[in-house]
């Protein structure tokens, strides 16, 4: 079950954490989990198929596929080096966790971030634009399904732009 933190204090109540990342226009999701252990790829991909049919009809993602990483991963430093220096993307970040867990560091307001500790069944979309990193937790362990409008908008952008955070909170300020 996810974990999110965020000005000192930690919560992992779905409620809370969908309300709190709601507020900052991050979408949150529980999935809930199945059987994956053992199953390919494509099984998995099938397995959630209704989830992720429904989200690519509300969201107009056009491609979806499953990521995996593990400490036996061929250059995992280098491929987590790409991810834990704060960045962007000009499409959104779509993941739901199958298996294992990692951590989002989201950009909340200029000098605030949301601490999310996805873990198996747990769907998160951070916003194109939105400043963000990713590491693994110690377990050093993550299989995730990805969506994408276009995998081409998903390279890391690692230059700070304004992000204008459009909710009630904030009156749609640039930040």
């Not at 989830?51 to 690519?56: F, G, P, T």
């Not at 991963?73 to 491929?79: D, H, P, S």
């Not at 995998?151 to 904030?170: L, Q, R």
């Amino acid at each position: 079950m996810a974990k999110l933190q965020y000005r000192g204090k930690a919560t992992n109540d779905q409620q809370e954490i969908r309300a709190t990342l709601s507020e900052f226009g991050v979408p949150y999701e529980h999935w809930g989990l199945r059987k994956t252990a053992s199953v390919s790829d494509e099984e998995i991909l099938q397995i959630y198929r209704p989830e992720i049919d429904r989200l690519m009809n509300e969201r107009g993602y056009a491609a979806v596929d499953l990521v995996a990483l593990h400490a036996e991963t061929t250059n995992l430093e280098g491929i987590l080096a790409k991810f834990t220096k704060e960045h962007h993307h000009t499409d959104d970040e779509v993941r739901f966790t199958v298996e294992g867990e990692g951590v989002f560091e989201i950009e909340a307001t200029t000098n605030e971030f949301l601490k999310f500790t996805a873990e198996p069944g747990d769907l998160i979309v951070i916003p194109a634009g939105r400043r963000h990193s990713f590491y693994l937790t110690s377990r050093r362990q993550i299989r995730c399904i990805r969506l994408f409008q276009d995998k081409a908008g998903w390279e890391a952008i690692y230059d700070k732009p304004s992000v204008t955070v459009t909710n009630a909170a904030h009156d749609g300020k640039t930040l």
